[in-house]
């Protein structure tokens, strides 16, 4: 949708769309994934801006906070994203995380709207990993283990089968009941002929998976070793579960964002805390300048870091739909 499409509040308004208002928004699976490989590509051919996210964290780890501003030259939209995770040193239940994203018209000068991103980026996150996996995944890769089952974790497997459907074997492993029900729950509304297999050999099923996509909590056990992996894996990570081997004794190295795996991914550091290099940036990937691999037996590791650009699009398309239905409050903010 390009912004002559745009349905804008009056001048001195915003509108707020909260997260009941995004919740009954129906959107695909494909739908998603199209919508975030467009961001990709736009910002591929230099019509969009994605600076480096700025970051505070608290020296006790005990928060961490994010600041991402973007434009998107396809819809003509500049918006800004701020990111706050709070009792990151507690259990899951003692955490907080708050995620907002306010988007501006670049047409009209107006706001669109503001709205809780936690929808956005539970969409965006596993889009962009079927995708590095669309790209990268050895050819004819039939097994995929999703490590973790939090927020990522439980759309993991049906936009890894969006893009991949040739996928016949999905494990996942993970350590809480509640996430391993919503993980068999979120597969059977996507898929209802899909079977999940819950796995408990975290080593025995890294070495039979071509995917493996780590999205588990820092404080899971789950640290699978390169020389686990089998010839031609392809292993991306979006939160923890991998150690950093993966990433040193890989053959290729694929990343959203250098720039923001080396701010967000210090936990990978070898003994030196040094990163590699990464062979190549995704966007020229998706743009099919550069290869995601070059031989069915390289070992990949792809960093799937978050890009401003794809929360735009995303929650552009989200803000429209929200507000052809008459969603959310308005707002009289700069009255």
Not at 26 to 53: C, F, M, Q, W
Not at 231 to 256: E, N, Q
Request: proline share 4%; net charge negative.
């Amino acid at each position: 949708m390009t912004s002559q499409d745009t349905v804008t509040p009056h001048d001195g308004t915003l509108r707020v769309l909260s997260t009941s208002d995004l919740a009954g928004i129906d959107i695909s699976l494909s739908d998603v994934v199209d919508t975030v490989e467009g961001a990709y590509r736009t910002l591929h051919a230099g019509e969009s801006d994605n600076p480096r996210k700025l970051t505070v964290k608290q020296k006790d780890g005990h928060s961490v906070s994010y600041a991402m501003l973007g434009r998107d030259g396809t819809r003509n939209v500049v918006a800004i994203k701020t990111s706050y995770k709070h009792g990151l040193d507690k259990g899951r239940d003692e955490q907080h995380y708050y995620t907002a994203l306010t988007l501006y018209d670049d047409t009209t000068g107006l706001p669109v709207a503001m709205m809780d991103c936690s929808r956005i980026g539970s969409l965006r996150t596993p889009a962009v990993s079927a995708l590095l996996a669309r790209e990268c995944a050895a050819p004819g890769a039939r097994s995929a283990l999703v490590i973790g089952t939090g927020t990522q974790g439980r759309l993991a497997l049906p936009f890894l089968l969006t893009t991949l459907p040739g996928l016949d074997r999905l494990m996942v492993f993970g350590t809480h009941s509640e996430g391993i029900t919503a993980v068999r729950e979120q597969l059977r509304a996507h898929f209802p002929d899909r079977e999940v297999e819950i796995v408990t050999d975290l080593r025995a099923a890294a070495s039979e998976a071509d995917v493996i996509v780590a999205t588990a909590g820092a404080h899971t056990p789950a640290a699978v070793e390169s020389a686990w992996l089998r010839p031609g894996a392809l292993s991306i990570l979006v939160g923890h579960g991998l150690a950093p081997s993966t990433l040193h004794r890989a053959d290729r190295v694929i990343a959203t964002s250098e720039a923001q795996m080396n701010v967000t991914g210090t936990d990978m550091a070898d003994a030196e805390g040094k990163l590699p290099a990464v062979d190549t940036e995704f966007p020229p990937v998706i743009a099919g300048l550069t290869a995601g691999r070059h031989s069915a037996e390289e070992r990949i590791f792809a960093y799937n870091s978050g890009l401003v650009v794809t929360d735009i699009a995303l929650g552009h398309h989200f803000a429209q739909l929200a507000l052809a239905q008459s969603l959310g409050t308005e707002v009289p903010l700069w009255q």
